[in-house]
């Protein structure tokens, strides 16, 4: 099946840096999308991507979509202590005829932000 | 705002025993997802049920099985849980294919 890498596996920073995480893939993704996940709590969608090249932003977190579409990063700026928590990459397919996306997700980043 | 509801939140089971999991959403989505996470695994897609009516295999489908009862509810069940399912399970629902997934909380398994 599709693998997805991500990196890095965990970060400890200090507030106020900012961070930057990536994901890359063996295949092809029709869609990006990135979550992040607090202790005891669902993944909740950060930022969604839909075209190869696509920059987008929500807050101080900014996303792309790579050209080749088999990979994403996503950059945090000026890191709050709220930031802490697990971030996940993961690509979706879709495929034609059906309707049904499939998530393929990475293994997670760990950010640490010490105040 | 409750979006996807997943109970319980804990249990415990002996193996051997059988227990079913329940999701319901109320952002009347189309498709639900079942996943499970692991340690450094990230999440894997168990089954999934793309509409109402319809529920197909993902990843890791080995020793469990869904129900979509309506268009609202996703139901996971054990039928005869092991150690190796020791996991925390996931539900995810989305309006259509395209669209992103949406996460519960999580149900919190240990199977002893």
């Known amino acids: 099946g599709q693998q997805l890498n991500q990196s890095p596996q965990s970060m400890f920073i200090q507030e106020g840096e900012d961070v930057s995480m990536n994901c890359t893939s063996s295949?092809?993704?029709?869609?990006w999308l990135w979550y992040k996940q607090e202790p005891g709590e669902g993944p909740v969608l950060l930022i969604a991507l839909y075209k190869a090249g696509e920059l987008t932003s929500n807050g101080r977190l900014t996303a792309q979509f790579g050209i080749t579409r088999k990979d994403s990063f996503l950059n945090i700026s000026a890191s709050i202590p709220s930031d802490v928590g697990i971030y996940f990459c993961?690509?979706?397919?879709?495929?034609?005829?059906?309707?049904?996306?499939?998530?393929?997700f990475g293994q997670g980043t760990i950010l640490t932000v010490h105040p | 705002n409750a979006g996807v509801t997943q109970t319980p939140k804990f249990q415990v089971l002996k193996t051997g025993q059988s227990m079913t999991l329940q999701c319901a959403q109320d952002m009347n989505h189309n498709s639900m997802y079942w996943y499970r996470q692991d340690p450094g695994m990230g999440l894997r897609l168990i089954y999934y049920?793309?509409?109402?009516?319809?529920?197909d295999k993902g990843e890791v489908p080995n020793g469990y099985n869904v129900s979509r009862l309506n268009k609202r509810e996703f139901s996971l069940r054990l039928e005869s849980a092991a150690p190796s399912q020791t996991s925390v399970y996931f539900c995810a629902s989305s309006g259509t294919y395209n669209q992103p997934q949406h996460f519960g909380d999580g149900t919190r398994l240990s199977i002893l």
């Open positions: 295949s092809i993704f029709n869609t």
């Open positions: 993961a690509g979706q397919e879709v495929r034609g005829g059906t309707s049904y996306g499939k998530l393929t």
């Open positions: 049920s793309a509409s109402e009516g319809t529920t």
